[in-house]
């Protein structure tokens, strides 16, 4: 079992409900897997897309990316920058 | 050079940073809050560790595509009204050609790849994500 930061941003935190939080997953596990968590924890996000953007560890991964312990995951809307 | 900031951008700090006596062209792109329909401005948020770690990443990729060139930009956060520059790169080189493409290069990578969100704000007080 291993514990994973979740960051939420835009309208994802808006969803959510927080920017910030964390759940635990049996780790190894992928992203895919964290956010299938995420959208037990935190219903407002049942809402997202099947396949949202995500970082890990503050770079962009694509979901079955492995995860650990300790790990920092984003959920990203789409991009809208400069 | 502080690449993201709360401030209203100074252009002339960019431009200082990549000017040279050797280096005959410079570009400068800014981009800025346009009046579409009727918003009054647009709030910009960020993630902002993994922002500063893309700029970096799209700068060095700049350089290493136009060795000759020195490349900066800043993107301003927060609420900026109509008019106002929400981002700004300026490119120079000894030639005008790397330096128009490196500008141009930069400003689409930020496109694509900056954890950046913008939300328009309207004249009669709603406010909506922009998802594209």
Avoid at chain 2, 14 to 34: D, I, K, N, S, Y
Wanted: glycine share 8%.
């Amino acid at each position: 079992m291993g514990k994973v930061s979740v960051r939420f941003f835009a309208r994802y935190a808006e969803l959510a409900g927080c920017t910030w939080s964390a759940v635990n997953v049996d780790t190894p596990a992928t992203v895919a897997e964290v956010i299938a968590r995420v959208r037990e924890v935190f219903p407002g996000t049942q809402a997202l897309p099947p396949r949202p953007l995500a970082a890990l560890n503050q770079r962009q991964v694509h979901l079955d990316a492995r995860v650990s312990d300790g790990d920092e995951v984003a959920l990203l809307p789409p991009l809208s920058g400069g | 050079m502080m690449h993201l900031t709360r401030h209203p951008i100074e252009v002339d700090a960019l431009l200082a940073e990549v000017q040279g006596p050797e280096r005959g062209g410079t570009c400068l792109f800014v981009g800025t809050v346009r009046n579409d329909a009727d918003i009054t401005g647009i709030d910009y948020s960020a993630y902002e560790a993994m922002a500063f770690a893309e700029i970096e990443r799209i700068l060095s990729d700049a350089n290493a595509q136009w060795p000759e060139a020195r490349v900066t930009l800043q993107h301003r956060l927060g609420l900026i009204p109509v008019g106002e520059a929400s981002i700004a790169i300026a490119a120079a080189a000894p030639h005008r050609d790397e330096a128009f493409a490196a500008c141009r290069f930069v400003i689409e990578e930020v496109k694509k790849g900056l954890p950046v969100w913008k939300k328009e704000l309207s004249a009669n007080g709603s406010a909506s994500w922009v998802e594209k």
